[in-house]
C-alpha cells in the first residue's frame, strides 16, 4: 500500500517538473510581452510624447527631442517586401528542384547547403552584406554609398531562402503522389504537372514558409544594421536610398538611451511587435485552413 | 472476326531492382474489346498494366526488357511518352481528382496540349461528363471543387477527364475497388457503353466483375500470364488447373 501511495507521489512528482519545463516557453513570451508593452506604452499614457508624432514622424533627433518612426516602418516593410519579391520565387524553385527534379544525391547536396545557410549567424550574413553586396550596390548607385534599401532587400532575399525553402519543400512533398500520376497519365509533362497540380495543391504550405519567411526579414537585426544605412530621416524615395528599418534603430541606441529616448525605442519594439504578431495570427490561420480541407 | 490488335506484349520481362516482377509476358490485346487481368495480390498485373502507359518510367529502380508494342510501334523505344499516355489513358484504384474544380479537372488534359478556346472546352468537358454519366449529377456544381463529389462520382469524374483526352486505350486498375456496389454497379455500366469507343483494360480483384464485363481475361499468378483466353472459357473451362482453383476461390 505504502509502495503504490510512494510510487503515486513519485510520478506526480515528475509530472510537475514537466509542466515546469513546459511553462518556461510560455512564461517567456509573456514576460517579454510585458515587459515591452510596459515600457514602449508608457511614453504616450503619461504624454511625455504624442503617439501621433511618434507614428507619423519622418525623423528621429534625440538630440533635437524628435522621436518619429514613419520612415522607420515605411522602410521595414519595402525591405521585407523586395526580399519576398527576390527570395520566395528562387525558395520555392529550389524546393520543386530539390524534391521532384534533382537526383537523391545532388538533392541531398542542395539540402544540406540550405540547412547551413540556416545556421550561419547573421552577423556573418552582414560582413558578406558590407564586404560583396554593398560595393556592387555602389557601382550602379546614383548616390555616394552602397548601403541601401537594395544591399538590405538582397541580404534578406538570401537568409529568408533556408525558412521558405524546407517549408516548401515539405508541403510539396506532401502531396500525394495520386495526383502526380493522374497529371501524367494524362499526357501532362513534369513542368506542367508541377506548376498546374504540385504547386497549387501545396498552396496552404507554401504560403505558410512564406510567411514565415516574412517574420524572419522583418524581425533581423544584425545583418541588416550593416548594409541599410541607418539615416536619421527620410522615407526612402528610391532602392538605392539608405534606410533604417525598426529592428536596427532599437539595436542602435539602446545601448546609451534613457529617459524618454528609451522608452520610445521600447515603443518601436511594441510597434515590431505587432507586425509579429499578426504573422504568426496568419500562419496559425493558414495552417488550420490546411488541416481543415 | 479478326480484330485489329492494339498491344502485343513480346517476351516482357520487368525487374524492380532484382525482383523479377514479371516474367516472359506474350500477350496480344485486342482493339474495342475489354481485356480484364485477374490474379492475387502481388501476382504483377497491376505492373503490366503499368507498363502500357509507361508509369513505370515514375518509380526508381525499374528495369524492362522485350517489347511492347502499341499499334506495332514499340513503346519503349523512340517514342515520345506524353504522346502515348494521351492516346493511353489511364483510371487509379483510388479516385484521384485534382483539388480543383470539376470543370477544371477535365478540362486539365487538353490545356496540357495547348487548348485553350473556351467554346472547345466547354463542349469537350460536357461531353465527357455525359459520356461518364455524370452529366445530370454535377452540371449545376461544375466551378465546385471535385473533392466534394462522393467517391464514385470521383472516380466516374476520373474516368470523364480520361474520356476527354480521346485516347484509344483506357487503363483501368481497380477502378472500383475503393466503391460501395451501387457505384460499383454504375461503373461497370459505363464500361460497358465506353467499349464501343474504346480499348479497355481492366485489373479487378472481383472475378464476378471480370466475368460481367470483360471479353477476355488474363490470370496472372507470380508474374505469368498462366492463361489468357475468351472470358467465358476462363471461367466455364479453363485449360489450366492452377486457374480453375483460382476461379473456383481455392486460394488467392
Not at chain 1, 230 to 253: H, K, W
Not at chain 2, 43 to 66: E, P
Not at chain 2, 72 to 84: H, P, R, S, T
Request: proline share 4%; with cysteine; glycine share 8%.
Amino acid at each position: 500500500m505504502e509502495a503504490i501511495k510512494r510510487k503515486k507521489r513519485k510520478e506526480k512528482i515528475v509530472e510537475i517538473i514537466f509542466l515546469i519545463c513546459a511553462s518556461v516557453a510560455v512564461l517567456s513570451v509573456l514576460a517579454i510581452t510585458f515587459f515591452v508593452f510596459y515600457n514602449g506604452l508608457a511614453p504616450f499614457v503619461t504624454n511625455s510624447y504624442p503617439l501621433w508624432n511618434f507614428l507619423s514622424g519622418v525623423e528621429w533627433r534625440p538630440d533635437s527631442n524628435l522621436y518619429g518612426i514613419f520612415y522607420m516602418i515605411v522602410g521595414s516593410v519595402f525591405a521585407t517586401f523586395g526580399a519576398i519579391l527576390i527570395g520566395v520565387p528562387i525558395a520555392i524553385l529550389t524546393a520543386v528542384f530539390i524534391s521532384e527534379m534533382a537526383s537523391s544525391r545532388i538533392g541531398k547536396a542542395i539540402r544540406f547547403a540550405v540547412e547551413l545557410l540556416a545556421g550561419i549567424p547573421s552577423v556573418l550574413y552582414g560582413i558578406f552584406g558590407l564586404g560583396i553586396i554593398v560595393p556592387y550596390v555602389l557601382k550602379i548607385s546614383p548616390f555616394a554609398q552602397g548601403e541601401s534599401l537594395l544591399a538590405t532587400i538582397f541580404v534578406l532575399a538570401i537568409m529568408i531562402l533556408p525558412t521558405v525553402v524546407s517549408i516548401a519543400e515539405t508541403s510539396i512533398a506532401a502531396v500525394p503522389k495520386e495526383y502526380r500520376e493522374g497529371s501524367y497519365a494524362l499526357g501532362a509533362s513534369k513542368v506542367q504537372t508541377i506548376f498546374r497540380v504540385v504547386l497549387p495543391a501545396g498552396r496552404s504550405g507554401i504560403m505558410t514558409g512564406v510567411i514565415l519567411g516574412i517574420g524572419r526579414a522583418i524581425g533581423e537585426t544584425m545583418a541588416v544594421m550593416l548594409v541599410c544605412g541607418n539615416p536619421i530621416a527620410g522615407i526612402p524615395t528610391s532602392i538605392f536610398s539608405q534606410i533604417r528599418p525598426l529592428t536596427t534603430n532599437i539595436a542602435l541606441e539602446m545601448g546609451y538611451a534613457s529617459g524618454v529616448h528609451q522608452q520610445l525605442l521600447y515603443s518601436t519594439g511594441v510597434i515590431l511587435f505587432i507586425f509579429i504578431m499578426i504573422i504568426n495570427f496568419t500562419v496559425n490561420k493558414l495552417v488550420k485552413q490546411k488541416v481543415g480541407s | 472476326m479478326d480484330k485489329k490488335i492494339k498491344f502485343n506484349t513480346k517476351n516482357l520481362d520487368l525487374f524492380y531492382g532484382d525482383f523479377q516482377a514479371l516474367k516472359s509476358i506474350n500477350m496480344e490485346i485486342g482493339e474495342k474489346e475489354v481485356t480484364a487481368f485477374i490474379g492475387p495480390s502481388g501476382c504483377g498485373k497491376s505492373t503490366f498494366l503499368r507498363c502500357l502507359n509507361r508509369m513505370n518510367d515514375l518509380i526508381d529502380g525499374v528495369t524492362i526488357k522485350g517489347e511492347i508494342l502499341f499499334d506495332e510501334k514499340d513503346i519503349n523505344g523512340d517514342i515520345d511518352v506524353i504522346n502515348l499516355r494521351t492516346r493511353v489513358g489511364m483510371v487509379f484504384q483510388k479516385p484521384n481528382p485534382f483539388p480543383m474544380s470539376i470543370y477544371e479537372n477535365i478540362a486539365y488534359g487538353p490545356k496540357c496540349q495547348g487548348m485553350k478556346d473556351k467554346t472547345q472546352l466547354d463542349t469537350l468537358v460536357k461531353e465527357s461528363l455525359v459520356k461518364a454519366a455524370l452529366w445530370e449529377e454535377v452540371k449545376d456544381r461544375l466551378n465546385k471543387s471535385a473533392l466534394g463529389l462522393s467517391g464514385g462520382q470521383q472516380q466516374r469524374l476520373c474516368i470523364a477527364r480520361t474520356i476527354a483526352m480521346n485516347p484509344e486505350v483506357i487503363l483501368m486498375d481497380e477502378p472500383t475497388s475503393a466503391l460501395d456496389p451501387i457505384a460499383t454497379a454504375k461503373i461497370e455500366d459505363l464500361m460497358s457503353s465506353l467499349k464501343k469507343d474504346f480499348t479497355i483494360i481492366i485489373v479487378t480483384h472481383s472475378m464476378q466483375q471480370a466475368g460481367r464485363i470483360s471479353d477476355k481475361t488474363a490470370f496472372f499468378l507470380m508474374g505469368e500470364v498462366i492463361e489468357f483466353n475468351e472470358t467465358p472459357i476462363i471461367f466455364t473451362n479453363p485449360n489450366d488447373k492452377r486457374t480453375e482453383d483460382y476461379i473456383t476461390g481455392r486460394f488467392g
